[in-house]
């Protein structure tokens, strides 16, 4: 089912170069190539200052546009890829609410359908919505009804990214989520097609867990990194999936994160639900001309970016 679980602020022709700009970092991956067949031909990753961003719902969250600016610029020199114009841009989950709201009956007039979620929205929003900008996708249809996924972040706040882009004559024609665009990966891979799995996407800030059954998004939930701890999170999401969701043990669980504490989460996560916990490995999805085996940060840096690349790039 393709790109069900995606969503963009603005519909373009599939760039060839994606743009993560997370709070620790600066990615930076162009790839070639369609048809179930996609090669990673340029990448590079740039580390941020500790305080150069603060991703959060309201702005200002670029505290430090010119060392974002200039890290940008270094993994773009060293990707190869100074020539680029248009690209897709990746954005830290913390900068935009995503709610899963269910409706008996989907209105068939687009316009009717964006007046029904907002008017949702506005019960549970910390900012007017003529502030933001809102998209939302199908993200489950069953039996009973529909279920819509809603994406609202202000639009000041995307600005700041996508002025770090322009800054260097980059035009983002596509804007999106982190913790999306990682589910576009694993999906791509066509081997987490089967059953409910589940992914924890690990930012310095914050946490995102995301259950799928197939190509449905059933369930997401993202905390900042103090407000819970992971083993209460997996604890609380589990649960829902047993008594609301009808469902047993995940056929997978998968994390995104590199690092001590990613392998710590792994650990923590296995021993709660008793699988086997891999990390996301964009290996599966697309080919890499560095014959070399990757590091675990690499992998990790390249999985958002890759997910946005490759999800409209299916055979």
């Known amino acids: 089912m393709k790109r069900t679980v995606t969503t963009s602020w603005l519909t373009a022709v599939p760039p060839s170069v994606a743009i993560e ?50 890290a ?5 020199e060293r ?38 979620l907002r008017w ?23 039996t009973q009804g529909t279920t819509m996924a809603t994406i609202v972040a202000r639009r000041d706040v995307i600005a700041e990214y996508e002025a770090v882009a322009a800054a260097l004559g980059m035009h983002p024609g596509v804007v999106d989520l982190a913790s999306f665009n990682v589910i576009n990966a694993v999906m791509g891979s066509g081997t987490a097609m089967a059953g409910d799995w589940l992914l924890v996407h690990l930012a310095p800030e914050s946490t995102t867990l995301a259950i ?15 407000e819970e701890p992971l083993r209460a999170l997996v604890h609380q999401t589990a649960m829902y999936h047993e008594d609301r969701l ?10 995104c994160g590199a690092g001590q504490a990613a392998l710590d ?14 990390p ?14 990757p590091s675990a940060d690499t992998l990790d840096a390249l999985a958002a970016p890759v997910g946005a690349l490759v999800r409209d790039r299916a055979a």
């Open 21 to 70: 700009i997370a709070r620790h970092r600066v990615t930076v991956v162009g790839v070639s190539g369609g048809g179930g067949r996609v090669t990673v031909t340029h990448q590079a990753s740039e580390a941020l200052p500790p305080d150069a961003i603060r991703p959060a719902l309201t702005g200002p969250t670029i505290l430090q546009p010119q060392a974002v600016i200039d």
């Open 72 to 76: 940008l610029r270094r993994a773009v």
């Open 79 to 116: 990707a190869g890829l100074v020539s680029t114009r248009r690209v897709a841009l990746i954005v830290p989950d913390s900068l935009a609410r995503v709610s899963l709201i269910p409706l008996e009956h989907v209105p068939a007039r687009p316009q009717d359908l964006d007046q029904l």
């Open 120 to 142: 949702q929205l506005r019960k549970t929003m910390p900012f007017p919505l003529d502030q933001a900008q809102v998209s939302h996708f199908t993200a489950a249809v069953e």
């Open 212 to 226: 799928v059954r197939g190509a449905s998004l059933l369930f997401y939930r993202h905390r900042s990194a103090d």
């Open 246 to 255: 009808g469902g047993g043990r995940f056929t997978r669980v998968l994390v």
């Open 265 to 278: 989460a792994r650990q923590e996560i296995a021993d709660r639900l008793g699988v086997a916990v891999e």
């Open 280 to 293: 996301v490995d964009v290996r599966g999805v697309v080919a890499l001309t560095d014959q070399s085996t």
